[in-house]
C-alpha cells in the first residue's frame, strides 16, 4: 500500500513540475517576444528623428507637425506596458501619416536618395514590427490559456502567474505607415 501512494505521489509531483514547467517556458518566451517588440520600436524610434531632420530641410513651416512626432516620439519610448506601449506606438503612427502627407508636398524630397532610404528602412521596420507583434500576441495567447485552464490554473494561482495584455493596434491604425510615393 506504501508503494502505491508513493507512486501516486511521486505522478502527481512529475505532473505538477510539467505544469510549472510549461508556464515559466511560456512567460520566458512572453518576455523574449516582447524584448524582440522593444527592439523594433527602439529601431523605429531611432529612424524617426532622421526623418523628421530630412522632411524639416524641405518644409520649414511645418513646426508643429514636426513638434507633435517628437512629443509623441517621447511618450513612446517611455511607455512600459504593452496596453500604453500601443496606445502610444498607435498616436505616432498617426503623427508619421501626417509627416508623410506633408512630404507629399515637396517633389524634391520625395526625389532625395537620403529620404528614400529612410523610407525603405521605416517600411521594413513597420513589417517587422507587425511580425514581433504577431508573434508576441501567440505567446501571450498561449500563456494566458495555459493560466486559465484546468488543472494548470490552480498551480498558476497558487505561484503568481499573471495573464500577459495583448499588444494592440488600434482599429484605424491596422494599416502600416505608408512610406511609399
Known amino acids: 500500500m506504501a508503494w502505491i501512494i508513493l507512486?501516486?505521489?511521486?505522478?502527481?509531483?512529475?505532473?505538477?513540475?510539467?505544469?510549472y514547467n510549461s508556464l515559466v517556458r511560456l512567460r520566458v518566451r512572453c518576455d523574449n517576444a516582447w524584448s524582440d517588440i522593444d527592439v523594433q520600436l527602439k529601431w523605429r524610434h531611432d529612424l524617426i528623428p532622421n526623418l523628421v531632420e530630412t522632411v524639416k530641410g524641405y518644409a520649414t513651416h511645418e513646426k508643429g507637425t514636426f513638434e507633435n512626432i517628437a512629443k509623441l516620439r517621447s511618450q513612446a519610448m517611455q511607455a512600459n506596458s504593452p496596453e500604453d506601449r500601443a496606445a502610444?506606438?498607435?498616436?505616432?503612427?498617426?503623427?508619421?501619416?501626417?509627416?508623410?502627407?506633408?512630404?507629399?508636398?515637396?517633389?524634391?524630397?520625395?526625389?532625395?536618395?537620403?529620404?528614400?532610404?529612410?523610407?525603405n528602412s521605416l517600411s521594413q521596420?513597420?513589417?517587422t514590427i507587425q511580425n514581433a507583434r504577431r508573434y508576441y500576441n501567440a505567446v501571450v495567447r498561449d500563456l494566458n490559456t495555459k493560466i486559465q485552464s484546468f488543472p494548470t490554473n490552480i498551480?498558476?494561482?497558487?505561484?503568481?502567474?499573471?495573464?500577459?495584455?495583448?499588444f494592440e493596434v488600434e482599429a484605424t491604425d491596422r494599416e502600416p505607415v505608408a512610406v511609399k510615393f
Open 7 to 19: 507512486g501516486v505521489l511521486v505522478v502527481i509531483a512529475i505532473a505538477l513540475a510539467g505544469m
Open 88 to 119: 502610444a506606438e498607435n498616436q505616432l503612427g498617426g503623427a508619421l501619416k501626417s509627416l508623410f502627407a506633408v512630404a507629399e508636398n515637396y517633389p524634391e524630397l520625395k526625389a532625395s536618395e537620403q529620404f528614400t532610404q529612410l523610407q
Open 125 to 127: 521596420t513597420e513589417g
Open 155 to 166: 498551480l498558476a494561482g497558487m505561484l503568481g502567474f499573471q495573464a500577459r495584455q495583448f
